[in-house]
């Protein structure tokens, strides 16, 4: 009934909206721009506008502080990767490269590599930023109170040269180490400034954190020192949960950059004062299986499931079609990417088949857990149950508040089915990892010997090539062997003002906003 | 007088007792907890019993309540989770937006409420009291979130007449804050209207049957002046308690247009801890606002004391 409530309230305001849109769609050339290619976003002839420097941006939640050791919140790196620099970075094709080191060395046996540091980097104190301050920032990444310790406990030893070179010594072999340094939680913060991150976060970034009131805004402003000094003079990240209210102000000129979901951007669509930003994400969605429960032990039924759902429906009912369909876990923007979607396409008769030979003749029953917190979940987990019910499975649902259902379903692993996202990391490894059979996020309860096998072999593997192969075995051995019903790769969609110009996305989950510079009208 | 003062205040100490008792039982039941929800879906059982150890949830129910009542007596109630910040600096900060919002709605409430009420008294059965009592069921029918976005949408959005959000504080002007929080408190008072009206209506058409009305009239008193110092006066008690009682309704509605309208009130802030389990922040603000009433009810008591001698509490051996 809620949900009734839900649906009609959002067609009613839709509705309106529509009406009350601006009647330039008919002449409004559409301004959408497209960046599926992973082609740059076309910066055109148009000049920087000087005179306006501030922008404002809308976010649905404050960050959960503003430690970028001390969370694992997207909402902080989002935010801290203005604040904070790392010692390389990643360009929006994927890449590697270079921010606080100016250059890298890896030894031959792939466990040190040494960086060499930017000269003349300054805190927004006012210190200059050397060895020791890495070094210091990466202990604090490793020390117990930090959440991702347990992704650099490989490194062994940290070795201050001299106040511009330091080198990292490893246990063992990570082909990938040097991704492990781009992440917007291997930030560079200096000591005297560490007690108190989490409220006055001070950082090397393109921007200095000026205030943030909860739940009303955040305020940076520039950095004038930085080595890649941004255009915008402040920034204003506007706390606004409602997505209408965002829509709204984002029209009323009190917003210059939305997140909207497809059900809002068909409004801005034709319309020359907005420009409609779509961007392959590094994630993906999917429905995890309880492979542990009796029945779902059986791959056969698994893969009745993935065969009894029309994933192209899904993504167009729930996701207004912003989604790419997958067949494995893995996001379609990645390099190692593998199209796995023929493996088992959607056919009801062959599920019914499947799941006949598997002895469910007559049926079978299994509890479905959403997250209320993720309306798009909800509403995919219902449609599927239905599509479950066409070939015999009934399900139940019971939609779970997230603290819920991170406790019950996730940690616990109490549930036979439920729909969830999971954001993508730059190494692949680090995607995949818990697939492996003794891997404390393995929350499907998956346990496949070849799979434990590649897990470990891809490790060591030096050899680009072969690790690839390696990566795309595992992501047919995903489809075929269904421990999730992998659903799709979703596009994320940015409204901005017509005259924002600079705003590119990219493969980790960050807003970068030292490019962005508004355009002369 | 003073054993008097001294027992209400035992009484209300006793209350916060076990309010806050329950407050931290009943949060702890809850499934989740903030550091499971901190680590979302990176989390493992030992990263989770890490974060936990780090936050003080390890320790026995028992040792943790211990810790936050003698934080509590000794002036600090704790930091929130989520924001790092000072628990009281957050409820000072969101205080002054949630009060100006309902005293803003209870502004715009009340003048009409009794205003269409009494109209709609004296001239009951006829069109004016049809339309009165349509509006008053439309007001009731209407859901407030859908209220409040289409009120957003061409209010603030298309006509441009109110920021579409946020907050201004009391620095840029008084005149300014109000304006911030003017569409949200009409959409808040939209809603309180209804039952106001129609406890005004008939506590007016109970009036006007009085005897003394009668007598009024055998008087020869001008009607107007007999409606404004008899009918009215009479009418007043019952409505004047639903206001008291619809203030505390307003902090529900208060939770629904801060999100929509991005304010940075008690209500908001009360959702997200409830939602982030920010348990030291959610424990802070219900001691508060219980502390808050329990003290306006002592004080309510001593009024009436000193007003009425003829009044007395819990007996009569004073």
């Not at chain 1, 989002?78 to 360009?91: E, G, K, M, P």
């Not at chain 1, 976060?201 to 402003?221: A, R, Y």
């Amino acid at each position: 009934m809620k949900r009734f409530k839900f649906i009609f309230s959002v067609l009613l305001v839709s509705i309106i909206l529509v009406a009350c849109g601006s009647s330039t769609d008919e002449e409004g050339s559409a301004n959408e721009n497209s960046n599926l290619d992973s082609t740059e976003q076309k910066e055109e002839s148009n000049t920087v506008n000087i005179e306006k420097t501030e922008l404002n941006m809308a976010l649905s939640v404050d960050p959960d502080g503003l430690d970028p050791h001390r969370t694992t919140a997207a909402s902080t790196f989002q935010i801290t990767s203005n604040i904070f620099d790392t010692l390389v970075t990643v360009t929006p094709d994927g890449e590697i490269d270079k921010d606080l080191a100016e250059s890298w060395a890896i030894s031959d046996d792939g466990l040190t590599i040494t960086f060499e540091l930017r000269e003349g980097v300054v805190f927004h104190n006012g210190r200059e930023m050397t060895a020791d301050d890495v070094k210091y920032s990466f202990e604090r990444l490793k020390d117990e109170e930090s959440p991702r310790s347990g992704d650099y406990a490989n490194i062994a030893e940290i070795n201050v040269i001299d106040h511009k070179t330091i080198e990292f010594v490893t246990d063992s072999l990570n082909v990938e180490l040097l991704s492990n340094f781009a992440y917007p939680w291997a930030a560079i913060v200096p000591e005297e400034a560490a007690e108190d991150l989490r409220n006055h976060p001070i950082g090397t970034g393109p921007f200095k954190f000026e205030e943030w009131v909860p739940q009303q805004q955040l305020v940076l402003t520039k950095h004038t020192e930085h080595y890649d000094p941004a255009s915008l003079e402040t920034v204003n990240f506007k706390m606004m949960p409602d997505v209408t209210s965002q829509v709204s102000a984002l029209q009323a000129g009190e917003l210059d950059i939305i997140a909207v979901n497809g059900d809002l951007v068909g409004q801005f669509e034709g319309n020359p004062d907005y420009t409609i930003l779509e961007n392959r994400s590094n994630s993906i969605q999917l429905m995890a299986i309880n492979t542990e429960h009796e029945a779902l032990a059986d791959q056969r039924v698994r893969q009745a499931i993935n065969l009894a759902v029309d994933k192209q429906a899904l993504i167009d009912t729930v996701w207004w079609g912003y989604g790419e369909e997958i067949g494995s876990h893995y996001p379609t923007m990645l390099k190692e990417y593998i199209d796995t979607n023929s493996v088992l396409s959607y056919n009801t008769d062959q599920a019914k088949a499947l799941l006949e030979e598997a002895g469910y003749r007559d049926g079978l029953e299994l509890d479905m857990y959403l997250p209320a917190s993720y309306p798009a979940y909800v509403d995919a987990g219902q449609i599927i149950a239905n599509e479950l019910d066409a070939i015999g499975i009934k399900v139940n649902i019971e939609i779970v508040e997230w603290a819920t259902w991170l406790s019950d379903v996730y940690t616990d692993r109490q549930y036979d089915l439920t729909v969830v996202g999971h954001t993508g990391r730059l190494d692949p490894y680090d995607l995949l990892a818990r697939y492996h059979s003794e891997n404390g996020e393995n929350y499907f309860n998956y346990s496949n010997q070849r799979v434990d096998e590649i897990l470990t072999l891809v490790q060591e593997e030096q050899d680009d090539a072969k690790r690839l192969d390696l990566y795309q075995e595992l992501q047919k051995i995903l489809a075929e062997d269904v421990p999730a019903l992998y659903i799709q790769s979703p596009i994320t969609l940015t409204v901005t003002a017509s005259d924002v110009a600079g705003y590119t996305s990219y493969p980790i989950d960050i807003y970068q906003m030292k490019d962005v510079y508004f355009t002369n009208p | 007088m003073l054993s008097f003062i001294i027992k209400r205040l035992i009484s209300g100490l006793t209350v916060l007792f076990f309010i806050s008792i329950i407050t931290f039982f009943v949060l702890r039941w809850m499934p989740g907890d903030p550091a499971t929800l901190s680590l979302g879906t990176e989390g493992t059982p030992e990263k989770i019993a890490e974060l936990q150890e780090v936050m003080g949830l390890n320790l026995p129910w028992y040792q943790q309540y211990y810790h936050w009542i003698q934080d509590l007596f000794s002036g600090d109630w704790g930091s929130s989770y989520v924001f790092g910040e000072d628990v009281m600096t957050l409820i000072i900060q969101r205080l002054p937006v949630t009060l100006l919002l309902a005293a803003v709605s209870m502004v715009i409430v009340i003048p009409f409420a009794f205003i269409i009420g009494i109209m709609s008294a004296l001239f009951k059965e006829r069109w004016v009291d049809y339309i009165a009592r349509s509006l008053m069921q439309l007001g009731d029918a209407v859901p407030q979130f859908w209220l409040a976005l289409i009120f957003l949408v061409f209010f603030a959005s298309k006509l441009g007449w109110f920021p579409v959000a946020g907050y201004v504080g009391f620095d840029d002007g008084i005149l300014a804050s109000i304006h911030s929080v003017l569409l949200p408190a009409i959409v808040l008072a939209i809603g309180q209207v209804g039952p106001l009206i129609r406890i005004i209506r008939s506590s007016m058409l109970s009036s006007l049957e009085q005897d003394y009305m009668l007598m009024t009239q055998v008087n020869g008193l001008p009607k107007t002046l007999a409606i404004v110092k008899y009918a009215l006066r009479g009418a007043s008690i019952a409505p004047l308690t639903i206001i008291g009682m619809q203030l505390a309704n307003m902090l529900a509605g208060a939770i629904l247009v801060e999100n929509i309208f991005a304010l940075p009130g008690i209500g908001r802030l009360l959702l997200m801890t409830v939602e982030q389990r920010d348990l030291i922040l959610l424990q802070g603000m219900v001691i508060f606002v219980t502390s808050a009433v329990v003290l306006v009810n002592i004080l309510t008591d001593i009024c009436y004391r000193l007003a009425n001698p003829m009044i007395r509490f819990g007996g009569n051996h004073e």
